[in-house]
C-alpha cells in the first residue's frame, strides 16, 4: 500500500511539473493548432471547393454533406497529431529532472528503484488523455456549432475509445526513446523535428494518397497514421452515409479513397479492427521495451 501510495504521489508531482508550465502545454498543441489554422484559412476552402466542383458534374449540391466531410477530416488530423505531441512534451519532465539532479535524489531514496520510471510514464500517459480529451471535446463543440454533427453515440464512444488508445500507443513509445536522450538540446530538436513530420506522415495536412508510393510505405510505420485511420473512421462515417445518400455509394467510396479514408495498407484497404489491433499490437511492444529499458538502468545504476 505505501509503495502505491507513493507511486501515485510521484506521478501527481510529474503530471503537476507539467501542467504549471503552460508554454510547455501550449507547444504541445502547437501542432493541432497548426492543422486547425491551416485548415481555416485556405486547406478546408480548397477541399469544399474540389468537393463542389464534382458534385455539380453530377448535377447536385449538398453543400452540408461537404461542410461536415472536411471538417470531420480535418478534426481527424488534430485528434490524431494531439495524441502524438501532447505525451512527447510531457515527456520534457524526465529530461528535466535528469539536468537538475532529481532522478539522482530518486536513486538515494528509499523506494523501489523501479518506481521513477513506472511514475513517468504513468504521468507521461495521464497527460496525453487528459489533454487529447479535452481537446476531443472541443472537436465535438466544433461540430456542433459548425451544423456539421452526424455522429451516432457508437461513433462517440468509438472517438474517445481510439483517444484512450492512441495516448497510450504514443506514450509508451515516446517514453521509451527519450528515455535515451539526456539533454534539453537533444530533446527540444525531437519535439521540433516530431511535431512537424507528424502532421504529414499521418496525413493530417493532406491525404496520404497524395503522396508518392514511397513515402505512402514510411507512413505504415508510423503509429500515429493507424490512430488517424481511426479517428476518421469514427469522424466521418456519418459524413460519408450523409455523401452516399445525396448523390451515390461509388461518389462516397471514390472521395473515401481519395482523402485516405481508409488507409491503404500495401494495396488493400485497412479494416477499423486491423488498424486497431496494430495501435494495440505497438502498446504492448513498446510497453515491453520500456520495462525492459527500465531494468537495464536499474541493474546498470546498482553496479
Do not use: H
Request: charge should be neutral; charged fraction near 10%; proline fraction near 3%.
Amino acid at each position: 500500500m505505501n509503495v502505491f501510495r507513493a507511486l501515485m504521489q510521484l506521478t501527481l508531482r510529474n503530471l503537476k511539473v507539467f501542467v504549471k508550465d503552460r508554454a510547455n502545454i501550449f507547444f504541445s498543441l502547437l501542432a493541432p493548432l497548426i492543422v486547425l489554422a491551416l485548415y481555416v484559412l485556405f486547406i478546408g476552402r480548397l477541399q469544399a471547393d474540389g468537393i463542389t466542383a464534382a458534385l455539380e458534374e453530377f448535377g447536385v449540391s449538398a453543400d452540408g454533406a461537404v461542410r461536415a466531410f472536411s471538417d470531420s477530416w480535418m478534426l481527424s488530423g488534430v485528434m490524431a497529431t494531439s495524441c502524438i505531441t501532447v505525451p512527447l512534451c510531457a515527456c520534457g519532465t524526465m529530461i528535466q529532472d535528469k539536468n537538475r539532479g532529481v532522478t539522482n535524489d530518486f536513486l538515494a531514496s528509499p523506494i523501489p528503484a523501479w518506481l521513477p520510471s513506472a511514475a513517468y510514464f504513468l504521468a507521461v500517459a495521464a497527460a496525453g488523455l487528459i489533454i487529447s480529451f479535452a481537446v476531443l471535446c472541443v472537436c465535438f463543440v466544433w461540430l456542433a456549432a459548425t451544423g456539421s454533427w452526424l455522429l451516432t453515440a457508437a461513433d462517440v464512444f468509438g472517438c474517445m475509445g481510439v483517444c484512450i488508445l492512441s495516448a497510450l500507443s504514443s506514450s509508451t513509445l515516446l517514453v521509451f526513446v527519450v528515455g535515451f536522450v539526456s539533454s534539453e538540446g537533444a530533446f527540444t530538436g525531437i519535439n521540433v523535428i516530431l511535431g512537424t513530420v507528424t502532421g504529414f506522415l499521418i496525413g493530417a495536412y493532406m491525404p496520404i494518397s497524395s503522396f508518392p508510393e514511397g513515402v505512402q510505405y514510411v507512413t505504415l510505420f508510423v503509429p500515429g497514421s493507424y490512430s488517424a485511420a481511426l479517428f476518421r473512421g469514427f469522424f466521418m462515417d456519418g459524413a460519408l452515409a450523409e455523401m452516399a445518400e445525396a448523390v451515390s455509394q461509388p461518389f462516397a467510396d471514390g472521395l473515401a479513397e481519395q482523402f485516405s479514408v481508409n488507409l491503404n495498407f500495401f494495396g488493400e484497404a485497412l479494416p477499423l479492427g486491423a488498424a486497431a489491433g496494430i495501435l494495440a499490437g505497438t502498446v504492448v511492444m513498446f510497453g515491453a521495451c520500456c520495462f525492459v529499458a527500465a531494468l537495464i538502468r536499474i541493474r546498470k545504476n546498482k553496479i
